[in-house]
């Protein structure tokens, strides 16, 4: 008997398995991952274990509530609500962990996934089944992103340092390379975000 066979709350569109690593990440790195609740009538408090984060926006808002500032390992996601995240992941212990929902009932669903920290983890494996390049990188005037189609929309955010948004767009099915203008940023450090995925790269002129 699969003692899952009831599920129906996913996580990307996937329900938990129990072998399947759904996430690579490496010691000690600082990332922005993004949670998005699609359903219109239910709220989630997503935590992720070993890993403190600090919530970065709202709904696109960085006015952040007094009680939510700081470094977090659970946040509530409201209904038709996208919650952006800046993760510090361990620079130690090694391994398996979960994320998931915080509803007993939405995790024994299958709301939850398996991220694994390890710092044997490639590039390839980091950014996962949608794996993306952004070219050239440092760049000046233009960049290119190229990555796997997907039989779904993808939301592309380029942020700053500091998390704040300079750049969104969304990606239609289909499609495998994007170009976008930069010439009206300035020069330093962005990173470029797809979905949970995320690179660093830099403007210099």
Request: glycine letters at 4%.
């Amino acid at each position: 008997m699969n003692p899952f066979q009831n599920m129906r709350h996913t996580i990307n569109r996937k329900l938990f398995e129990m072998e399947r690593v759904d996430q690579y990440v490496r010691p000690g790195e600082l990332e922005i991952w993004e949670f998005e609740n699609t359903s219109d009538d239910m709220w989630h408090p997503m935590h992720i274990h070993n890993v403190q984060f600090q919530i970065l926006s709202r709904n696109g808002s960085s006015d952040i509530a007094l009680h939510e500032r700081g470094w977090k390992d659970t946040v509530l996601v409201n209904q038709s609500e996208k919650v952006q995240l800046l993760v510090k992941f361990s620079e130690e212990n090694e391994g398996l962990y979960l994320m998931h929902c915080h509803i007993l009932e939405h995790e024994d669903e299958g709301m939850m996934m398996n991220f694994l920290l390890s710092s044997t983890v490639s590039v390839e494996k980091q950014v996962g089944e949608n794996t993306f390049s952004i070219m050239p990188n440092p760049a000046s005037e233009e960049s290119r992103i190229a990555f796997n189609e997907a039989a779904y929309p993808r939301e592309l955010s380029i942020r700053e340092v500091t998390g704040k948004t300079v750049y969104s767009a969304t990606i239609l099915p289909g499609t495998a390379e994007y170009t976008f203008n930069i010439r009206h940023l300035p020069v330093g450090n962005y990173y470029c975000t797809i979905g949970m995925q995320t690179i660093q790269f830099v403007i210099s002129r």
